[in-house]
């Protein structure tokens, strides 16, 4: 099943999707957009356009597994997915996932304004690669 992800952010909402094997997630593109309405609207294109199957939103949760500031957030661009699309939406806990990305593109000496603009796609890459590990896991 062909999966995109969601990193939703307040300025860029990065975008991920894996193969239709569910072997290997992908970074699609960063979104600068505020509006909600019109970031689900862009998200829903790059769903169709990937023929996505299912759309993964990262939701933000405390160490503690409670939610975090941003889940409401989170959850209503869901809803606003959802009334927009009859693509499944799903929610992932996404925590520390910003962090990995940070620390990956460290590793890759990858600074400055490039990492500035490719962050929230990685962190979108690392949510579904989660999603979809846990997926065969429970198989």
């Not at 409401?72 to 959802?82: N, P, Q, R, S, T």
């Not at 990492?115 to 429970?138: E, M, W």
Request: aromatic content about 6%; hydrophobic content about 40%.
């Amino acid at each position: 099943m062909i999966i995109l992800s969601v990193d939703y952010g307040d300025k860029r909402t990065g975008i991920a999707v894996c193969d239709k094997l569910e072997m290997l997630a992908s970074p699609v593109c960063v979104i600068t957009e505020w509006n909600k309405e019109v970031l689900a609207k862009k998200i829903v294109d790059v769903a169709y356009e990937k023929n996505a199957e299912l759309i993964v939103i990262g939701l933000p949760k405390n160490m503690d597994g409670s939610k975090g500031f941003r889940a409401d957030a989170c959850e209503e661009l869901g809803e606003v997915i959802k009334n927009i699309t009859s693509i499944p939406v799903s929610f992932w806990d996404e925590r520390l996932t910003t962090v990995s990305a940070h620390r990956i593109l460290s590793e890759n000496n990858i600074r400055g304004k490039k990492r500035k603009n490719v962050v929230d796609a990685v962190a979108a890459d690392i949510i579904l690669q989660d999603f979809i590990d846990s997926r065969k896991r429970g198989r």
